[in-house]
């Protein structure tokens, strides 16, 4: 894909286009929209076409709305919860943004609980917004409060082929054992299994297939798993 600098302007035709980090749309003083980039790094696309972003070799995390998140609750706040992403402002998360919560009927998260949520607001002079529900269905569809199992932290590069259906290191790692799992943009990954040496073996691949890691490939990772006590 091409290297992107800031400033840059993204042609592009597909009518329900949406722009991850890196871009964002501008209108000039003739209405005209256009996609402009704003950091330095490749222009990638999903394969539906329907996606775009730009991949940089940026650490913290830019929020983007609908991208799904794993975050840790920092603090209560009125009738909702502040939730650190790894961004630069922390984001907020209503009582009421996750399915069939009611004023009398919503989740008890604690300081340090973790969840996974989807980014339904993001703007550059506003603190991001979270929901843990699915935009088109209202369904949680497996966002909510993340229990037990075990936070790994990786690239961003790494979260997003992760959550490439294409990617073999989760269907590789499922077809040893059996294994929960929740994938962030934001460079976090959550892992859940019946047996702590799994979860353990689970993390170590993560650390060792990433891009900023060990950058191991499928061969040497089905090698890798093979010295591991399962």
């Not at 989760?170 to 460079?187: H, I, M």
């Amino acid at each position: 894909m091409p290297v992107v600098l800031p400033g840059e302007v993204i042609q592009t035709q597909h009518k329900t286009l949406k722009l991850g980090p890196g871009l964002q749309q501008s209108v000039d003083l003739q209405g005209r929209t256009s996609t402009v980039v704003t950091r330095a790094g490749t222009l990638e696309q999903n394969a539906k076409g329907n996606k775009l972003w730009v991949e940089g070799n940026s650490r913290r995390y830019v929020p983007a709305a609908q991208e799904p998140v794993i975050g840790v609750v920092s603090a209560r706040q009125g009738e909702g919860w502040r939730v650190d992403i790894g961004s630069a402002h922390q984001a907020s998360l209503d009582g009421l943004a996750f399915e069939g919560a009611s004023r009398r009927n919503r989740p008890n998260l604690k300081v340090n609980s973790l969840v996974y949520a989807r980014v339904s607001l993001a703007h550059k002079d506003m603190e991001p917004e979270l929901e843990c529900f699915d935009a088109q269905t209202r369904k949680a569809e497996g966002f909510g409060e993340l229990k037990g199992g075990f936070l790994v932290r990786c690239s961003l590069k790494m979260s997003r082929n992760l959550l490439d259906p294409k990617y073999f290191l989760l269907p590789l790692l499922g077809s040893r054992f059996p294994l929960d799992s929740a994938v962030g943009t934001n460079g976090r990954v959550w892992i859940s299994a019946k047996e702590v040496k799994q979860t353990i073996a689970a993390a170590r691949c993560i650390e060792a297939a990433d891009p900023d890691g060990g950058r191991m490939d499928e061969n040497t990772i089905k090698k890798f798993i093979g010295t591991l006590d399962l």
